[in-house]
């Protein structure tokens, strides 16, 4: 079965220093990798998503970037973080390129917590 | 009107009452729906998956989709204090990788 590790658990930044949230996933090939944020009261907001190797889509404009060096390991990244850049961080997985997503429902990562201060 | 509602709640039970939780929606393309259960300060954990309408039953869980109503319900049966989580919807459109869509989520608690 899939793991997807994230690190790190909890992060506490300021204002307008820069950010790198990794996260890396075993047990399966070619998936497709997903960041969400959850917000207090917003639900999930999709991010970015990846079907493969220096291949991301951002479905939301924002301070952030993603990027995907190897097959299972997705970055997300911010040159400098604002106050509204806080929440709730979750690497997720489901499908692969040989399969579409719905296939294979999300499986998630235990998130890192950003609090931008 | 937004994609998917789903009440906030908080919704607070006694143990061993059922628990009905239940979200809308608007689009009529979504064919696939899930239900997740989130535990603080833990990532989501999928719990049901369905197709289409119908029923679907796991242990104490019970998985609905009323396609003609927009409207998909989970029901917890003998309801534990372990229980005690927010429970989200999401659903998928029924073609390539399209992206789930979310619910807000529902808060449970289950008082011993």
């Known amino acids: 079965s899939q793991t997807i590790h994230q690190w790190p658990a909890t992060l506490v930044q300021p204002v307008g220093s820069p950010l790198s949230l990794e996260c890396t996933v075993e047990?399966?090939?070619?998936?497709?990798l997903y960041w969400y944020r959850q917000a207090a009261g917003r639900g999930l907001q999709l991010l970015f998503y990846?079907?493969?190797?220096?291949?991301i889509s951002s479905e939301v404009p924002q301070n952030l970037s993603a990027s995907r060096p190897q097959d299972r390991q997705f970055i997300l990244s911010s040159k400098k973080l604002l106050l509204s850049d806080s929440g709730f961080y979750l690497c997720?997985?489901?499908?692969?390129?040989?399969?579409?997503?719905?296939?294979?429902?999300?499986?998630f990562g235990n998130g890192t917590r950003l609090t931008v201060t | 009107q937004k994609e998917v509602e789903q009440d906030p709640g908080p919704l607070s039970v006694p143990e061993g009452a059922i628990v009905s939780l239940n979200c809308t929606y608007s689009?009529?393309?979504?064919?696939?729906f899930m239900w997740y259960r989130q535990y603080s300060r833990k990532g989501p954990e999928l719990l049901m998956y369905?197709?289409?309408?119908g029923n679907k039953e796991d242990g104490r869980f019970t998985a609905q989709v009323d396609k003609s109503s927009k409207y998909i319900s989970l029901f917890i049966r003998d309801s534990q204090p372990s229980d005690s989580a927010t429970y989200l919807c999401?659903?998928?459109?029924?073609?390539?990788?399209?992206?789930?869509?979310f619910g807000k989520g529902t808060r449970l608690s289950v008082i011993a």
């Open positions: 997720a997985t489901g499908g692969d390129r040989g399969r579409s997503s719905y296939n294979s429902p999300l499986h």
């Open positions: 047990g399966t090939s070619n998936p497709n």
């Open positions: 990846s079907v493969g190797i220096g291949q």
């Open positions: 689009n009529s393309a979504f064919q696939y």
């Open positions: 369905t197709y289409s309408s």
């Open positions: 999401a659903m998928m459109r029924n073609s390539g990788n399209t992206p789930l869509v």
